[in-house]
């Protein structure tokens, strides 16, 4: 138990940019808890199956779960950019920010917790390049792929 303030973490992206601090202080949270809550979850809800888990290094933590399937998906930092223009109706140079805070701090994620280089594609099953694929393609092209392992699994 990380006791009160403890969703205000969790619910954050791998960095911090809350406007005002959770009930528990950083030095309550380290990063060993940390992973180790996110290890708690992410198995439980892999137990149940039939699960889509983005991020948080599920891909570490499910690493030797045999029904799974790591996916990997990157693009060029102009579309990433773009996209986050978008999404998040932000100018360039703020998205440009968001983006590079962004990956910097995934790759630090996964080094302090995992002990891992987060672009190593040893990691992954599957990388999908965003740079020419429309969502509804990639996601069809996972979908296939579950099928593929869930068909040899059996």
Do not use: C, W
């Not at 102009?78 to 986050?84: A, K, N």
């Not at 701090?105 to 965003?130: C, G, Q, T």
């Amino acid at each position: 138990y990380f006791g009160p303030g403890i969703e205000v973490l969790l619910s954050k992206d791998y960095y911090s940019q809350e406007e005002q601090d959770p009930i528990t202080a950083s030095s309550d949270l380290d990063i060993k808890q940390f992973t180790n809550a996110m290890t708690s979850v992410i198995n439980g809800l892999a137990k149940k199956g039939n699960v889509v888990l983005l991020g948080r290094g599920a891909n570490r933590i499910l690493a030797d779960h045999g029904n799974t399937l790591h996916v990997d998906i990157i693009a060029p930092f102009e579309r990433r950019v773009q996209t986050i223009m978008n999404r998040e109706h932000l100018d360039e140079q703020a998205a440009t920010q968001f983006v590079d805070e962004h990956e910097t701090a995934r790759l630090n994620f996964f080094k302090k917790a995992f002990n891992v280089d987060a672009l190593d594609s040893n990691l992954y099953h599957m990388i999908l390049n965003m740079e020419h694929l429309k969502t509804e393609t990639a996601a069809e092209i996972i979908a296939h792929a579950t099928q593929d392992m869930a068909y040899q699994i059996n």
